[in-house]
C-alpha cells in the first residue's frame, strides 16, 4: 500500500460478539493472552471463557458482551503489533457505539483497564435501563432516512443507528416498534429485523443510564487524544479530553451517525479502513456508503499474519 495513503481505524460494537472469537490469538499471541488474562483480571469476571466458550445465553447480555468485545479488539490490536510487525499509522480512528471505547483506548485518551470498568458498568446501566424502562431496536432496510424519520414521529419510536443510506436503527417501547415495523412494511422496506438487545439502546429511553455514567466517568482520567477519534454523536472528530467526556455522555441517549463518520473520514481523504475485532460488520456498512475505498478486517491469526499493511 502507498505509504501517502490515508487509513482510519474502526471497532465494531455490540452485536459482532461471538462464542469462540480470539481463542486462536490466545494460543498463538503472548500479547493477545496477556490481555485476556488483564481483563479477566481487572474485572473479575472470566473474560476469556465467555469468549472462547460462551455460553452464548451468557456472552450476549450487554453486561458482558461489551467487556468481551472491547478485550478481543485490543487483543487484535496488540496481536498486530507484536514481535515489531507495527501497523500504518492511521489518520484517524471510530468505533460503533461500545466500538467508541475501543477508539479511545487505541488513541491514548483512556487506559485499558479503565475502560474495561467503564464499559463493564455502561452495559450494567445499559442491562438495567432496558429491564426498567423496557423497549428493544429493529433495523429498517431499503428505506432512506426521511422516511424512517417519519415511520419513527408518527410510532413514536426514535432513530437510534443510521448505519449506511439503506439501513437505519430504530429504538422505542415494544408498542412502538410494532407499530413502526407495520408502517415501514407499508412504506416499502426491503426487510425489517428485530434486534436481540436489552433494551432501547441510542434514545431516551437509555436516560436512566446517565447519572451512573456521568458518576463512573468522573472516576477515570481521560487524556488529549493522540489521534482524533470521529465520534457517533456528531460524526465530528474529537481532540480533547473533556470533549471525550461530554461524548461519552452523549452516545447513550443520541443516534449513532455511522455513515456520517464514514464520510467525514472520506472527506477528509480517508481511503482505506481497516476493521478491527470480532466480525466484518463495519466493512460490510462502510462499503456501501463509500463504494471506492479499500476495506479489511482483522479478527483472527491467520487475517493478522495476512494483514497487507
Not at 475502560?115 to 423496557?134: S, W
Not at 472516576?219 to 488529549?224: A, V
Not at 455522555?249 to 478491527?276: D, K, N, P
Amino acid at each position: 500500500m502507498d505509504e501517502r495513503t490515508k487509513i482510519a481505524y474502526v471497532f465494531p460494537g455490540q452485536g459482532s460478539q461471538w462464542v469462540g472469537m480470539g481463542r486462536d490469538l490466545y494460543e498463538a499471541s503472548t500479547a493477545a493472552r496477556e490481555t485476556f488474562r488483564e481483563a479477566e483480571g481487572v474485572l473479575g469476571v472470566p473474560i476469556p471463557q465467555l469468549c472462547f466458550y460462551g455460553p452464548e445465553e451468557e456472552l450476549i447480555q450487554t453486561i458482558n458482551a461489551q467487556p468481551a468485545i472491547l478485550t478481543m479488539s485490543i487483543a487484535c490490536l496488540r496481536a498486530r503489533m507484536e514481535g515489531g510487525q507495527g501497523l500504518s499509522k492511521p489518520s484517524f480512528l471510530a468505533g460503533h457505539s461500545l466500538g467508541e471505547y475501543t477508539a479511545l483506548v487505541a488513541s491514548g485518551a483512556l487506559d485499558f483497564a479503565d475502560a474495561l470498568c467503564l464499559v463493564r458498568e455502561r452495559g450494567r446501566l445499559m442491562q438495567e435501563a432496558g429491564e426498567r424502562v423496557g423497549g428493544g431496536m429493529a433495523a429498517i432496510i431499503g428505506l432512506d432516512e426521511v422516511t424512517v424519520e417519519e415511520v419513527s414521529e408518527e410510532a413514536g419510536t426514535e432513530v437510534a443507528n443510521l448505519n449506511s443510506s439503506q439501513q437505519i436503527v430504530i429504538s422505542g417501547s415494544k408498542e412502538a416498534l410494532a407499530m413502526a415495523m407495520d408502517l415501514a412494511r407499508a412504506r416499502g422496506a426491503k426487510r425489517i429485523i428485530p434486534l436481540d438487545v436489552s433494551g432501547a439502546f441510542h434514545s431516551s429511553l437509555m436516560e436512566p443510564a446517565i447519572e451512573g455514567m456521568k458518576e463512573a466517568i468522573s472516576q477515570f482520567t481521560f487524556r488529549d487524544p493522540v489521534i482524533p477519534v470521529v465520534v457517533n454523536s456528531t460524526a465530528q472528530p474529537v481532540t480533547a479530553a473533556e470533549e471525550i467526556k461530554q461524548e461519552l455522555l452523549m452516545q447513550l441517549t443520541s443516534c449513532v451517525h455511522w455513515r456520517g463518520s464514514v464520510e467525514y473520514m472520506v472527506g477528509a481523504g480517508v481511503s482505506a479502513f481497516l476493521e478491527i475485532g470480532p466480525g466484518q460488520v463495519l466493512s460490510g456498512l462502510i462499503k456501501r456508503i463509500s463504494q471506492n475505498v479499500l476495506t479489511m478486517s482483522i479478527g483472527d491469526v491467520r487475517s493478522i499474519r495476512d494483514l497487507i499493511f
